[in-house]
């Protein structure tokens, strides 16, 4: 058998330590491609989550999209009341018979609901003379009857409008309760499931709705905002 040749050895040798090189090469370049690959998920997973709150959060949708249209909402006339009852205070836990249904005005307790909580269910809703003293401050009450309260979607709608007026900080815009009207507090006009109220300086205001509308609520406290009542400043 024939040897090789010295230049044949050192040609294969530097063949394969080529061949080595260029694979070393290929996996240098899979390493970085999938690395860069890895960093463009992890950074579009970081990135979609604030997107994503971004996109359900309330206060980035229109009112028109809680609940039905204002046109479709089944709204009576406003109505004006007396204004009376600004700063008389009465011993907290006596309760005091109201005139309307439900109150947009009158005498009340000495401390409001917090301005932090902007929606109640019928377990833990503050009495309503301790409500109506937020309406002196300027709030718009949402109530809502029972009927609404079986009601899945519209319910939702409500818990969803309450989530826009969240705020940490005390804000005179933000000033809206959404609160559970109960059988034993009175009877709403027939077919009226909601109601609005408001205490202005001039009269007490109320309106009342059929069926659950973002866009009607918001029409509502831009006609009657809370520097128009009696205390604006409380909180």
Not at 31 to 47: E, H
Not at 87 to 92: C, L
Not at 174 to 182: D, G, N, Q, S
């Amino acid at each position: 058998m024939a040897k090789r040749k010295p230049d044949d050895r050192r040609e294969r040798v530097q063949q394969m330590r080529r061949e080595q090189q260029q694979a070393e090469r290929r996996r240098t370049i899979t390493l970085i491609v999938v690395s860069a690959l890895v960093g463009v998920v992890i950074i579009g997973a970081a990135a979609w989550v604030p997107v994503s709150r971004m996109i359900d959060n309330p206060a980035s949708k229109p009112m028109s999209e809680f609940g039905v249209t204002a046109a479709e909402a089944g709204l009576g006339a406003l109505t004006n009341d007396s204004a009376a009852g600004v700063s008389e205070h009465m011993p907290t836990g006596q309760k005091i018979s109201y005139k309307t249904v439900p109150p947009s005005s009158g005498p009340h307790w000495a401390q409001p609901a917090a301005f932090g909580r902007k929606f109640y269910d019928a377990k833990d809703r503050p009495a309503l003379e301790t409500l109506v003293h937020n309406l002196e401050h300027g709030y718009t009450i949402v109530w809502y009857d029972e009927t609404i309260a079986k009601d899945d979607a519209q319910l939702e709608a409500l818990r969803t409008i309450s989530r826009r007026y969240e705020s940490s900080q005390f804000d005179n815009s933000k000033k809206l309760i959404i609160a559970p009207w109960k059988a034993s507090d009175g009877a709403f006009p027939e077919g009226k499931h909601i109601a609005f109220t408001h205490w202005s300086l001039a009269n007490g205001r109320r309106q009342y709705s059929e069926k659950v509308s973002g866009e009607a609520i918001e029409q509502f406290m831009k006609k009657y905002p809370a520097s128009d009542a009696p205390e604006p400043q409380g909180a």
